[in-house]
Structure formats: C-alpha cells, structure tokens
Nanobody, 126 residues
Framework: EVQLQAWGRIGTGWGSMRLSCVAS????????VGWFRQAPGKERELVAA????????LYGDSAKGRFTISRDNGRNTVYLQMNSLKPEDTAVYSC????????????????????WGQGTQVTVSS
C-alpha cells in the first residue's frame, strides 16, 4: 500500500507556502490525491484534489483563487501552492490518496480516501 508524508515550505512571496505530499511504497500515479485541513473545533474540509492524470482538479470554496494543486508523478509528489494566506487558513493540513481506476476521477469527500499522511501544521498569524 502507499504511504504518504506531508510537509510545508515557506514560499518566496509574502504570505505564501507550498505543501508537498510525497508517496512511497507504490507509485502515486495510480491514485487521486486530495488535500484536506482541519482547524480546532471544526470538521475536516476539502482544500483541493487532483486526478491521477492532472486533467481534473477540485477546490474547496476557501481555496478558490488562492491555492493551486498540482502533481509530478515522476517525483511521486503532489503539491499545494498556497498564496495570500489568511489567519483563517490556520489548520492541520493532510493529504489523502484514493486508488482510482478512472484517470480523471477526483474524489471530493473525505470518506472516499483510503490512505492518509500524518498532517502538517500551518499557522498564519495576523
């Protein structure tokens, strides 16, 4: 089965950050991947998801226009570029993977994902 590891890196632009979700154990090209986040006292919510072949993406309302999901199957990695970060973006961000037969399938529900990374804390101060 696939194992996922997520971490973040401060971006060069003000208020930006890039998260990386790296897979091991199996090639990530067999999986749709999504980023979710959970803030204290709130339910886990979809941030963005991407199909196996990158041809379809899905964004949560909070991410539209500010975040971009992409993937490099050769590096077994999915990225989440976050710009114009706000304090309300503070949460634990996790990546999930679903083994998909359909290359353009993008699962939007947390319940559709079978494998999860450990999560990485993102804190945005005002």
């Amino acid at each position: 089965e696939v194992q996922l590891q997520a971490w973040g890196r401060i971006g060069t632009g003000w208020g930006s950050m890039r998260l990386s979700c790296v897979a091991s154990g199996r090639t990530l090209s067999s999986y749709s991947v999504g980023w979710f986040r959970q803030a204290p006292g709130k339910e886990r919510e979809l941030v963005a998801a991407i199909s196996r072949n990158s041809r379809r993406t899905l964004y949560g309302d909070s991410a539209k226009g500010r975040f971009t999901i992409s993937r490099d199957n050769g590096r077994n990695t999915v990225y989440l570029q976050m710009n114009s970060l706000k304090p309300e973006d503070t949460a634990v961000y996790s990546c999930g993977a679903e083994e998909s037969v359909v290359a353009v399938h993008v699962p939007g529900s947390v319940h559709q994902y079978d494998y999860w990374g450990q999560g990485t804390q993102v804190t945005v101060s005002s």
